[in-house]
């Protein structure tokens, strides 16, 4: 069978699309490798309706209303690759099936990239964390830092200020701070510490100290860290889709204003596809990613002017 759409990834932007594509009568299958980028967090902060809930009821309520829409199938697997053919793409899943359909989703999501520091991965999601918006409420009024040099070591910085009175800036060594940087920071009671960052020592999953390589530790409640996002797979650029690299070391998919890529009948939303990755973001683009794709196929099947104006 060929699918009319088929959507690579069932997080919030993919199960968004879907929705979309299933009320519009759309056959649609949705691949789903169950690995959401959100999983260590135990809660969706700032999502409206599900603030501060568990990221795995949000992704069951989304299949839970696909199951009402019967062109609409989903599929537990990973995509391994995928390729354009005559009239649409085929995509192998890792059980050796194929599936073929005339425009592709992708809404894969983004993988993050963290310090590789000791003691990172046990805490991350929780007091180590890269999004204030996230988790700033979490850890408000307690002691914290920020890991980052530079430029983005200063906007992390006085952002924390939001949540703490207590928030120092950890340079790892890299002394990028301007002078007009320092007094910045200065002002806003931030205080900076540049030695190298070796360890992050935590407990029962929380953070509790900070090791310097001098051997001195610095006691702090949460962590914030710089973690650019990078491509989950090759697949976008199997199938021609390009990237723009980021000034932050991020490497979203090139998208016009319409969701499209840079391969004709290959749509992408959410965090594939963008440079600040939020869920709030993710379920909008999926939906207007869909209502364009349903568009495109008018436009096959009855000369809908495309794309709209």
Partial sequence: ME?????VGAGA???????VLGRARRTTMVIDSDAPSNRAAPAIGGL??????????????????????PTVEFRRGEVRSGRAVDRGFVLDIDDGTEVRARRVLLATGMSYCPPQLPGLAELWGTTVFH?????????RDTRLAALAAGEQGLHTA??????SDDVVLLTDGRAELTPDDRRLLQRAGVSVDERRV????????????????????????????EAPVRQPSPLAAQLGATCTPGP?????LTVDE?????????????????????????IATGSQAAMIIVQSLLADEVGLPYPPG
Avoid: K, N
Avoid at 51 to 63: K, N, S, T, V
Avoid at 131 to 139: I, K, L, R
Avoid at 261 to 269: K, L, P, R, Y
């Fill in 3 to 7: 699918f009319e759409c088929a959507v």
């Fill in 13 to 19: 932007a993919g199960l968004s699309a879907a929705l």
């Fill in 48 to 69: 409206l309706g599900y603030d501060r809930r568990p990221p795995d009821e949000l992704y069951a309520a989304g299949r839970a209303e696909l199951r009402e829409y």
């Fill in 131 to 139: 999004c204030p918006f996230c988790h700033g409420w979490e850890v």
């Fill in 158 to 163: 006085l952002m924390l200020r939001g949540w």
């Fill in 198 to 225: 070796v360890e992050l020592i935590g407990a029962d999953g929380r953070l509790q100290s900070i090791a310097f390589a001098d051997g001195d530790r610095l006691d702090r409640d949460a962590l914030l860290v």
């Fill in 248 to 252: 932050l070391g991020t490497e979203p």
């Fill in 258 to 282: 319409i969701a499209r890529t840079s391969a004709g009948g290959v749509f992408a939303a959410g965090d594939v596809c963008t440079e600040q990755p939020h869920i709030a973001g993710a």
